[in-house]
């Protein structure tokens, strides 16, 4: 059955934050997706090479950015590796998929078909550019949509995933729809940040992220409640706060740094917000 859209955006915050990434050129974002053509809006996971701050003056910088990028791609392979099993003819959807680079990843370990959604008009042109020139764009395909109701047909995907975006949206809402689209025995995997319930209301760092990205950070228990009440069962739960904290260091000291690296440092440092993934089939 398909559910047609009324409206792909269907509030003033949706309006605000459609704007909002219409009109980004973040070179946070431009500059490391020029490494290789894998545009991310995500963060970063894993060890660093801190010998990119000792290189030579005139490769330091592009030395940083990649170390950067290569964090980032490290984050969205360690997503894609809790899909599950992914056949060729099954279909995935990235929900809020920015400028593509998580979708083209998928196609290109899984083979199957990937669908991207995203409210701003800019990123999916983007993104869709991007496919045509390498030659995927019958496989991998963006569309202006709206993450609550996507209008595609129910049951449709074997995986949906959020990187980053989860925070833009009543959770209730958005599970409510990927109940609808993903198979029995399908794969929800999202990596987010929360607060931490234990610190009550959000403390002043995580305050300060939700200012600067126009969102709303939802505390940790409401992903786990949210799940069941819409017939998804965590099957696996990771604390990435440990693991992604060389990555706002490192990029605290690069020339990309936005002016929000502390307040993630502090956050993360102080125990009031966390990074988590969490992986959840369909039952």
């Given at each position: 059955?398909?559910?047609?859209?009324?409206?792909?955006?269907?509030?003033?915050?949706?309006?605000?934050?459609?704007?909002?990434?219409?009109?980004?050129?973040?070179?946070?974002?431009?500059r490391l997706g020029e490494?290789?053509?894998?545009?991310?809006?995500?963060?970063?996971?894993?060890?660093?090479?801190?010998?990119?701050?000792?290189?030579?003056?005139?490769?330091?910088?592009?030395?940083?950015?990649?170390?950067?990028?290569?964090?980032?791609?490290?984050?969205?392979?360690?997503?894609?590796?809790?899909?599950?099993?992914?056949?060729?003819?099954?279909?995935?959807?990235?929900?809020?998929?920015?400028?593509?680079?998580?979708?083209?990843?998928?196609?290109?370990?899984?083979?199957?078909?990937?669908?991207?959604?995203?409210?701003?008009?800019?990123?999916?042109?983007?993104?869709?550019?991007?496919?045509?020139?390498?030659?995927?764009?019958?496989?991998?395909?963006?569309?202006?949509?709206?993450?609550?109701?996507?209008?595609?047909?129910?049951?449709?995907?074997?995986?949906?995933?959020?990187n980053e975006s989860t925070?833009?949206?009543?959770?209730?809402?958005?599970?409510?729809?990927?109940?609808?689209?993903?198979?029995?025995?399908?794969?929800?995997?999202?990596?987010?940040?929360?607060?931490?319930?234990?610190?009550?209301?959000?403390?002043?760092?995580?305050?300060?992220?939700?200012?600067?990205?126009?969102?709303?950070?939802?505390?940790?228990?409401?992903?786990?409640?949210?799940?069941?009440?819409?017939r998804m069962v965590p099957?696996?739960?990771?604390?990435?706060?440990?693991?992604?904290?060389?990555?706002?260091?490192?990029?605290?000291?690069?020339?990309?740094?936005?002016?929000?690296?502390?307040?993630?440092?502090?956050?993360?440092?102080?125990?009031?917000?966390?990074?988590?993934?969490?992986?959840?089939?369909?039952?």
């Open positions: 059955m398909t559910r047609p859209q009324t409206s792909i955006i269907d509030s003033p915050y949706q309006q605000s934050i459609a704007q909002y990434w219409n009109a980004e050129k973040n070179p946070v974002n431009l490494v290789d053509g894998l545009y991310h809006h995500h963060y970063g996971i894993g060890a660093v090479d801190w010998s990119v701050l000792d290189a030579a003056p005139d490769v330091r910088e592009q030395r940083v950015v990649e170390e950067l990028h290569r964090l980032e791609t490290a984050q969205a392979d360690f997503l894609l590796d809790n899909l599950g099993t992914v056949a060729g003819e099954d279909r995935l959807l990235d929900s809020g998929c920015g400028r593509g680079g998580s979708s083209v990843m998928a196609h290109q370990r899984f083979g199957c078909e990937v669908d991207g959604v995203s409210i701003s008009q800019t990123q999916v042109d983007f993104a869709n550019e991007r496919a045509g020139e390498l030659g995927i764009a019958g496989n991998v395909r963006y569309h202006l949509k709206n993450m609550l109701e996507t209008g595609f047909d129910t049951g449709t995907f074997q995986g949906i995933w959020n925070m833009y949206v009543d959770l209730s809402l958005l599970f409510e729809e990927y109940r609808r689209l993903l198979r029995r025995g399908g794969r929800y995997v999202c990596i987010t940040g929360c607060y931490n319930d234990t610190y009550g209301l959000p403390s002043r760092a995580v305050s300060t992220i939700n200012a600067h990205y126009i969102c709303d950070i939802h505390p940790r228990s409401t992903y786990f409640k949210e799940l069941a009440a819409n099957v696996s739960v990771v604390d990435l706060t440990a693991a992604t904290i060389p990555y706002w260091e490192l990029r605290a000291k690069s020339s990309l740094a936005t002016g929000i690296e502390q307040a993630f440092l502090d956050a993360y440092k102080d125990g009031s917000f966390q990074y988590l993934l969490i992986a959840a089939d369909r039952v």
